[in-house]
């Protein structure tokens, strides 16, 4: 996988965009490599099984980026909520504008736009009261900045994020409203939803330059390789939670997770020494004690350890 700011490098080879879309809505049963194979995902289908025996909602899926063979397809077409994951696509959105130039990068945004929004983020602790919108994006990507988020949002249109999304061809997935501090009966009900199936496809799309052209594609790829958050899935992959951007020890990563009660979703792109995967992970669970959101994580970071497994 190339260096993830570098303009220009694919992380693997480009294939028509369609054909890569259509695939994701063809219907396939869920699997994983054969019990003879060196590599498999026996693990994450125990682990994952265990909590959805206990009531939990799991979606997953795995893309290899060389071959587009589906690895895993686990109730990879529902769509649930995905809390943060679903600000990339508002990072889309704001990478072509800037692309198209109806956004200057360096035009500033700020934060007293929009209402005070508490938890993610560090633009809210700041003493600066305005940010370039491509610092803004940043945030986005290094903290997922809920501050960051809205005031962005407010400058760029959930109008326009709902219309990127329905020309990328996503049925499924959905930034629905801006960050709220607490959700009302006239809110939409969460932040974001997504399908596995549709996020594994949109990270890759992202790793091959495809979603909108290479330059906003890379764009996105870079702001989302600043992010710190490597608690869920990639809790696996042995990575520096604050200095990841560049390949360590054969492997590089560009992910984006999301957290919310009853709520645990990751998706990215995995590079390792020989092979690239795109993957996407949901839980929706009771989320009534420690040990119940424990061992919801356990199981994230096993599904992470068979992923690092088979890129290696």
């Known amino acids: 996988m190339a260096r993830p700011c570098r303009e220009g490098d694919d992380l693997v080879d480009a294939t028509p965009l369609r054909q890569r879309r259509d695939r994701t809505r063809a219907e396939h ?45 686990i109730d990879d077409r529902i769509a649930l909520p995905t809390a943060s994951v679903g600000k990339v696509l508002l990072l889309i959105e704001v990478s072509a504008q800037l692309s198209d130039g109806s956004l200057q990068p360096f035009a500033t945004v700020d934060k007293h736009a929009v209402g005070p929004v508490g938890d993610s983020g560090v633009w809210q602790h700041l003493q600066v009261p305005a940010l370039p919108v491509l610092d803004a994006a940043s945030l986005v990507g290094a903290t997922s900045d809920n501050l960051a988020t809205n005031v962005l949002l407010e400058h760029v249109g959930l109008e326009a994020v709902r219309r990127r999304t329905d020309a990328l061809g996503l049925a499924r997935t959905a930034l629905l409203d801006l960050v709220r501090d607490s959700r009302g009966p006239d809110d939409a009900p969460q932040l974001s939803i997504g399908s596995a199936a549709e996020l594994s496809w949109l990270f890759a799309a992202l790793a091959r330059g495809q979603i909108i052209d290479a330059v906003t594609s890379n764009r996105v790829i870079g702001w989302l390789s600043l992010n710190t958050d490597l608690s869920l899935v990639a809790s696996a992959f042995g990575l520096d939670p604050l200095a990841h951007r560049a390949t360590d020890h054969g492997t590089l990563l560009i992910n984006k997770t999301g957290t919310d009660v009853g709520v645990r979703s990751e998706a990215g792109v995995l590079r390792g020494t020989r092979a690239g995967v795109s993957y996407a992970l949901t839980v929706q669970f009771d989320d009534a004690s420690l040990p119940a959101r424990l061992q919801v994580l356990d199981a994230m970071r096993s599904f992470g350890t068979d992923l690092l497994e088979y890129v290696h």
């Not at 003879?36 to 009531?55: K, M, P, T, W």
């Open 29 to 73: 049963a869920p699997r994983h490599r054969a019990p003879g194979d060196v590599e498999n995902f026996a693990r994450s289908f125990g682990a994952l099984g265990d909590i959805a025996y206990q009531g939990a909602q799991v979606s997953a899926s795995v893309i290899d980026l060389d071959n587009s063979r589906n690895l895993v397809a």
